[in-house]
């Protein structure tokens, strides 16, 4: 059973256009929701991260939109570039002072001139 | 700083072998986790350590052993190989305690192939 679950699967946007990727959790014992970027080849890198208590956090071309009661957050990136391209990962904390990430399945966008 | 290092790159081995792949990390990380991926799955934690001496079981950590011997080392075992086991697997590293540090620094993987 997946803990947090993404959509969607994959994404085809044109340049300048805004990707929206999508999260949802049920356990309420998660205390920081990150958003991984991931290249071909590549590890994942942290790109945004959101606490529960803030509604939304705003970092250059991209946004998390965070919903404490509907238990969903999601990832928007505005005016998206070829360059974005990539394998987009949300994940949730759990509370108790570790730093143990669970991982959504991903979601693989593709930004297209 | 080299950051998370892992090693091999590429991996290929028969049913019933067994390997080490390693991890290593020169930041004085508290927290390391072994990750596999697999296609439609996302990334499914193995296991993780919170420092020298401990370690604790993830999502899906049947088939694989760790041990943690030092800070900077979290190599992980398999001890009998299946194809079931053939994925890219991420080490990770982090500060142990949230609020200080919240970042997770991954390797550039090990594409493991089990035949």
């Known amino acids: 059973q997946q803990q947090v679950k993404q959509s969607p699967q994959s994404l085809i946007v044109q340049k300048g256009g805004i990707s929206i990727i999508n999260c949802a959790y049920e356990?309420?014992?998660?205390?920081?929701f990150p958003w991984y970027q991931q290249f071909p080849g590549k590890g994942p890198a942290l790109l945004i991260a959101?606490?529960?208590?803030?509604s939304e956090k705003k970092e250059g071309r991209f946004t998390i939109s965070f919903n404490k009661s509907a238990k969903q957050f999601s990832l928007h990136i505005m005016d998206s570039q070829p360059g974005d391209s990539a394998t987009y990962f949300c994940?949730?904390?759990?509370?108790?002072?570790?730093?143990?990430?669970?991982f959504g399945a991903g979601t693989r966008l593709a930004v297209h001139p | 700083n080299a950051g998370v290092t892992q090693t091999p790159k590429f991996q290929v081995l028969k049913t019933g072998q067994s390997m080490t792949l390693q991890c290593a990390q020169d930041?004085?990380?508290?927290?390391m986790s072994w990750y596999r991926q697999d296609p439609g799955m996302g990334l499914r934690l193995i296991h993780y350590?919170?420092?020298?001496?401990?370690?604790d079981q993830g999502e899906v950590p049947n088939g694989y052993n760790v041990s943690r011997s030092t800070t900077e080392d979290f190599p992980l075992r398999l001890l009998s190989a299946a194809p079931s086991q053939t994925s890219v697997y991420f080490c990770?590293?982090?500060?142990?305690?949230?609020?200080?540090?919240?970042?997770?620094?991954f390797g550039p993987g090990t594409r493991l192939t089990v035949l």
């Open positions: 350590s919170v420092g020298a001496g401990i370690t």
């Open positions: 959101i606490r529960p208590d803030v």
């Open positions: 994940a949730a904390r759990f509370s108790g002072g570790y730093n143990k990430l669970i």
């Open positions: 930041m004085n990380h508290e927290y």
């Open positions: 990770a590293s982090s500060y142990s305690r949230s609020g200080r540090a919240d970042t997770q620094y």
């Open positions: 356990n309420t014992a998660f205390d920081y």
